[in-house]
């Protein structure tokens, strides 16, 4: 009876924890089926409509718009569209009841703007100048792969320009510094130098406004556009599915390797992307030898005195400090004490503007490193309490050093738990967002710091980061579908790039465990 | 039956070259602890000695006092001279490393590196800076003939070491000592892990060795110390009680103490 009793207690705890599971992975799951839909929407394909709706006024309104998939609910639609006055996107929601036709429509193309800005129009028209003036042609694949060759040719030369003018500006802020008289020859035949380019730059860019795209808007209304200003000009509703999808990719291609625009309502999120790598990077190869030598210590070399046990104590406590605090304490001493001391020491010269003395990505992964420091710790104390003693013992008595033991033997032998380590502290630094805002995060930064100017690698500039990204799109994505979708997008990314790290991490710790696996002796 | 072998020079009349350690009122103390209270013998070369008595009576620690393994315990401390080759090793500027090339060890259980078979033979060699690919594998090779375990291995060599059986790996262990070419070997009960029929190959092996070095073995089996051994000491709760010709040892023993622990009333 009382057997039965028992196993039957244990029947419902079993049951218990069974349920337990699958609530846990089922919330898992939905929580990144959500994101994966969400996300996905901003690569999909909406049709082009003709909208004509009624206005409170009692006017009819009529547009050329994007119609969304919309879940605002069965009796509204959210239209796209775009305003020609202000020159921007615009996002609608009509009451199902005041629509008086949408209707998708081969006749209208879009057209997806450098900045971002989708434009729609029909009547596509093409203005190409030759030696006689501008002419009109009919938009055609033939008129616009044409353009497109002329286009790509006076861009060519732009570049060719401003790469030539750079050098010359940078030289003129130079003079301006040393020399006192404007009047100086040196300086007068730069002035003059710089005067020549910037008028072949105007030129260029003239001529490249002659290139333009005509077209009329929903309401009849003419407008034209430079088509150097235009990325693509689709007629969305006519391509076929095949088209669709390679569309897509495109755009998938476009998200990861563009900029974003209009105030990270659009575009791409490479800057970011850059961003957040970079940190992880150098962030890992900060901690990493940081906790590794301090577990070392700890485990190896510190007796089991006080000291000891004070400093156990400080780490596991560092791991409960909430990492806002962290942040705090980055932007007060690495960037306030450390970076000013640092500005103060070697760029005396460019003072009062600070280099290392304001939040930058060093700082950000120095931060980091701190913050992930007890995981990495603990993790390798571990690692290093499973190398059995009689292995080192056995190097001690061939003649090993204790250092040669713990190279040897102790760390290939602890080398799985210490990468486990480095993939907790990349989870945590990947998803960190709070500290980063303080430290050198921002929503846009106009250069990564990494580019072609000498030296190459800038670790003082602000940078920008895929979950900062998607705190900003939290702000935008209350009353525009698009960014929404973004920021859902943008949210996918950063755990792919966490699962894309962890993976790598967690094969290199199957490779290490299979080759130093002392336990199958 | 080497039993009764007779042939055997006495303890008190080796001459300095047939002395192989000298110990000298050897104390050592672990952790405050008393573990070895003024011990003094002379081991003498190219034979080999067993030591025997009740366990923690500190048969491992004199053999860790042989190659200073025992400052691996933090709070250690050794008094006395222990000489080999006209130096006292217990001195400060005794090279530590150096001298566990020069004597090595085997501990009771196999403790094979995980790594390849190659790889744990040439580890000593390594360390030294010897990477010469010829002859770290001719000294492989020398060290696992001389261990008895070549032509068992050698078509493995590359594979990890883990895959040997107790037995294989304790000889294992023993070639990667001998790849160092050690004047001394100490063995702390080398078979008490392995079945009889390893034990008895590695008791073979340990009389070819001996040709060459100089073998010192803690033993719980005292069958084994009488079959094998040339000279016997008994340790008593960490004082020598008695070190003499294996075959006087249990046959005769002077103290009643001896008599005491090999007639098994100390368990
Ligand atoms: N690290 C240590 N700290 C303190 N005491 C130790 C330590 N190692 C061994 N001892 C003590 O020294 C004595 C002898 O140990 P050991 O030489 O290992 O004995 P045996 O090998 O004869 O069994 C034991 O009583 C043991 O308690
Ligand atoms: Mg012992």
């Keep these: ?98 629509i008086v036709i949408t209707q998708p429509s081969t006749a209208v193309w879009t057209l997806y703007l450098n900045n971002g800005s989708l434009v729609f129009g029909h009547k596509l028209s093409l203005s190409m100048p030759d030696d006689n003036g501008v002419n009109l042609l009919p938009y ?288 945590r630094a990947a998803g960190e967002v709070a500290p980063l805002l303080l430290v050198g995060a921002v929503m846009y930064a106009p250069n990564l710091p990494v580019d072609s100017t000498f030296p190459y690698v800038h670790l003082e500039r602000q940078f920008m980061h895929l979950g900062v990204l998607v705190f900003d799109g939290v702000f935008h994505s209350q009353n525009n579908i698009n960014a929404s979708s973004m920021m859902f997008a943008t949210c996918l990314l950063l755990i792919m790039v966490v699962l894309v790290l962890n993976s790598l991490a967690s094969w290199l710790r199957f490779k290490l465990k299979k080759q130093y696996d002392w336990q199958s002796n | 039956m080497k039993l009764f072998n007779t042939k055997r020079t006495s303890l008190k009349k080796l001459t300095p070259d047939q002395i192989a350690v000298d110990i000298e009122s050897l104390s050592v103390r672990l952790n405050q602890k008393k573990v070895l209270k003024k011990i003094s013998m002379r081991i003498p070369a190219f034979s080999i000695t067993s030591v025997i008595g009740q366990s923690g009576c500190g048969k491992t620690t004199l053999l860790n006092a042989m190659n200073r393994m025992n400052e691996i315990i933090p709070d250690h401390q050794t008094t006395g001279q222990i000489w080999m080759d006209g130096r006292d090793i217990n001195q400060r500027r005794e090279n530590v490393s150096s001298l566990r090339t020069n004597v090595g060890m085997v501990f009771q259980r196999p403790n094979p590196f ?37 032509d068992e291995v050698k078509q493995r060599l590359h594979e990890p070491a883990g895959i040997l059986s107790g037995g294989q790996q304790q000889r294992l262990m023993i070639a990667r000592a001998l790849a160092l070419k050690p004047k001394i070997l100490l063995l702390d009960e080398p078979t008490s892990a392995l079945d009889p029929l390893a034990t008895l190959f590695i008791e073979e092996l340990m009389q070819s060795l001996k040709k060459h070095t100089t073998i010192v073995m803690v033993t719980h089996n005292m069958q084994q110390a009488a079959r094998i051994s040339d000279y016997t000491a008994f340790i008593h709760k960490g004082e020598l009680v008695e070190f003499t010709n294996s075959d006087k040892l249990f046959t005769n023993p002077k103290r009643k103490q001896t008599e005491d622990y090999i007639t098994g009333r100390y368990g």
Excluded at chain 1, 13 to 25: C, G
Excluded at chain 1, 302 to 325: D, K, Y
């Design chain 1, 1 to 98: 009876m009382s057997i039965l009793g028992h196993s039957r207690s244990g029947f419902i705890a079993v049951n218990l924890s069974a349920t337990a599971a699958a609530i846990l992975s089922l919330s898992l799951l939905s929580i990144l089926m959500y994101i994966l839909v969400k996300g996905a929407s901003y690569f999909a394909f909406f049709p082009t409509v003709i909208a004509q709706w009624e206005l409170p006024s009692g006017e009819q309104q009529i547009e050329f718009a994007q119609q969304y998939h919309s879940d605002a609910g069965i009796d509204e639609v959210t239209l796209l569209l775009y305003n020609a006055v202000k020159q921007r996107n615009q996002q609608v929601t009509v009451d199902k009841t005041d």
């Design chain 2, 114 to 150: 995980p790594m390849s078979i190659y790889d744990n033979v040439s580890f000593g060699l390594k360390l030294q800076n010897k990477n010469n690919r010829r002859q770290l594998d001719d000294a492989v090779e020398r060290a696992l003939i001389n261990a008895a375990l070549w």
């Design chain 1, 140 to 427: 055609s694949a033939e008129h616009s792969a044409k353009a497109k060759q002329a286009i790509n040719q006076l861009q060519q030369k732009r570049r060719v320009t401003v790469s030539a003018l750079a050098p010359l500006q940078v030289k003129y802020a130079e003079l301006r510094r040393i020399i006192i008289s404007p009047d100086a020859p040196l300086y007068e035949r730069l002035v003059q130098k710089i005067d020549t380019q910037q008028r072949i730059l105007q030129q260029l860019d003239w001529e490249l406004a002659q290139y333009r795209l005509n077209f009329e808007l929903a309401d009849g209304e003419a407008e034209s556009l430079a088509l150097s200003n235009i990325e693509y000009i689709l007629n969305t509703n006519a391509l076929s599915w095949l088209d669709r999808v390679s569309f897509g990719a495109l755009k998938i291609w476009y998200f990861l390797s563009d900029t974003p625009k209009q105030g990270n309502s659009t575009g791409g999120v490479f800057p970011a992307l850059f961003g957040t790598l970079l940190l992880v990077f150098l962030m890992t190869f900060m901690v990493m030898p940081l906790g590794v030598l301090t577990a070392l210590y700890l485990h190896e070399y510190a007796g089991n005195n006080g000291l000891t046990i004070l400093l156990r104590t400080i780490i596991t406590n560092l791991a409960g400090v909430p990492s806002i605090v962290f942040g705090v304490f980055g932007l007060g001493l690495f960037v306030f004490v450390m970076g000013t001391s640092l500005d103060e020491w070697f760029y005396m010269d460019r003072l009062p503007t600070p280099t290392f003395g304001t939040p930058g990505i060093l700082w950000a992964a120095l931060t980091m490193a701190l913050l992930t420091l007890p995981v990495v710790i603990v993790a390798t104390e571990e690692g290093l309490r499973q190398v059995p003693d009689g292995l080192k013992k056995g190097a001690m008595a061939l003649g090993a050093t204790k250092y040669e033991m713990i190279r040897n033997i102790v760390l290939p032998i602890a080398s799985p738990s210490i990468v486990t380590g480095g993939i907790l502290a990349i989870a």
